[in-house]
């Protein structure tokens, strides 16, 4: 793995290197440590800023800020602003599972979106995933994300039991 201006590789935490065939579930490694579980999904930002995709403490779990990226690495549906939203809850999902938790566990979302022109389009991928157990949520319009194609980021806490 290499960080994204191509530098030298990076190490990862997890010790879980990126195979472009694996979907994020095959890559999600956990640890555990100090009563906490991690979830790693393996992208490059991971190691090189230092944070994980989620973290289970008790029956409180957090999921950063999480981006429409591709099982390649690449950023998922340049320029579509659902399907993007779709993929970001999906990663979500997964990092959830790893550490024992659902979207039906999930009380709080936040979405940052680079349009909010685009709200509805968001809004209704983030409603089919969460319209049975809807969470309070924020969305709110950033500058820009970590790649230019990117639209939106999503952030997630649950409560677990």
């Not at 190691?47 to 981006?67: D, H, K, N, P, Q």
Request: charged content about 30%.
């Amino acid at each position: 793995m290499t960080d994204p201006n191509g530098e030298q590789p990076l190490e990862h935490p997890s010790g879980n290197e990126q195979d472009p065939r694996q979907s994020h579930q095959e890559r999600m490694k956990t640890r555990t440590d100090d009563h906490r579980t991690r979830a790693f999904s393996g992208v490059v930002w991971e190691g090189r800023v230092g944070y994980c995709r989620a973290l289970r403490t008790g029956s409180l779990v957090f999921v950063t800020g999480t981006a429409p990226v591709a099982a390649d690495g690449t950023v998922h549906a340049p320029g579509d602003p659902e399907a993007q939203a779709r993929r970001c809850l999906d990663i979500i999902e997964e990092a959830l599972a790893a550490v024992g938790a659902s979207l039906s566990d999930v009380v709080r979302t936040r979405m940052f979106v680079t349009d909010i022109s685009r709200w509805e389009d968001y809004g209704r991928a983030h409603g089919d995933r969460f319209r049975e157990h809807p969470p309070c949520t924020t969305m709110v319009e950033v500058k820009g994300l970590i790649e230019p194609e990117m639209m939106i980021e999503i952030e997630a806490d649950a409560v677990v039991g």
